[in-house]
């Protein structure tokens, strides 16, 4: 299983930006997609997940009414899109792609993602 984050880069505060995790190797079926980050200094913490399937979603009160996790389960992705962001935003963001069947989770390498005027 190879999980690849990718999309993430310079932005300005209001801007958006679309990240995307392409898990090769995995089955989406029963399983638990996440996306997680970690700003300087700070702990890694849960951003958003959704389970597939049924496609309940959630998020942290952080980011709620600005980002939206999404995926394809023909291409096996899955994306979060970013909208009115924030340089409290800044972070490197993480895919993680959970297999409730085998109970194992699996990380990407994470991809920035920068606020900043």
């Known amino acids: 299983v190879q999980v690849v984050e990718s999309g993430g880069g310079l932005v300005q505060p209001g801007g958006s930006l679309r990240l995307s995790c392409a898990a090769s190797?995995?089955?989406?079926?029963?399983?638990?997609m996440s996306w997680y980050r970690q700003g300087p200094g700070q702990e890694r913490e849960l951003v958003s997940s959704?389970?597939?399937?049924?496609?309940?979603?959630n998020y942290a009160d952080s980011v709620k009414g600005r980002f939206t996790i999404s995926r394809d389960i023909a291409k096996n992705t899955m994306y979060l899109q970013m909208n009115s962001l924030k340089p409290d935003d800044t972070a490197v963001y993480y895919c993680?792609?959970?297999?409730?069947?085998?109970?194992?989770?699996?990380w990407g390498q994470g991809t920035q993602v920068t606020v900043s005027s």
């Open positions: 993680k792609a959970r297999s409730v069947r085998l109970n194992r989770d699996y």
């Open positions: 190797g995995f089955t989406f079926s029963w399983s638990v």
């Open positions: 959704l389970i597939i399937p049924g496609g309940s979603a």
